[in-house]
Nanobody
Framework: QVQLVESGGGLVQPGGSLRLSCAAS????????MGWFRQAPGKQRELVAT???????NYADSVKGRFTISRDNAKNTVLLQMNSLKPEDTAVYYC??????????????WGQGTQVTVSS
């Protein structure tokens, strides 16, 4: 099993920045995809950004140019640097890890979520 613990959420004014961090423990396998998703009240959970173990990245159009995802494989952590935040970025942000074994998808593990509120 994998345990994911997020940190770094909070309240920020529009135009401000926050950095989210997610630490993974347990067996995440050498081939995996770590990512961030978010869910606003009354909306479905949506992709924010993902980064694979070879560091290839994928971003939602709504955050391109503002958010940067990165990872430290030695520490099993994934970071999300969020700049130029907008009120519509307000949501609970969830860390995730997709695990692959011998090229086959195994499962997805989720963190408990951290609240990000963008408001003046």
């Amino acid at each position: 099993q994998v345990q994911l613990v997020e940190s770094g959420g909070g309240l920020v004014q529009p135009g401000g920045s926050l950095r989210l961090s997610c630490a993974a423990s347990g067996s995440i396998f050498s081939h995996n995809v770590m990512g961030w998703f978010r869910q606003a009240p009354g909306k479905q959970r949506e992709l924010v950004a993902t980064i694979s173990s070879d560091r290839s990245t994928n971003y939602a159009d709504s955050v391109k140019g503002r958010f940067t995802i990165s990872r430290d494989n030695a520490k099993n952590t994934v970071l999300l640097q969020m700049n130029s935040l907008k009120p519509e970025d307000t949501a609970v942000y969830y860390c995730s890890v997709d695990r692959y074994y011998r090229g086959r998808y195994m499962d997805t593990n989720w963190g408990q979520g951290t609240q990000v509120t963008v408001s003046s």
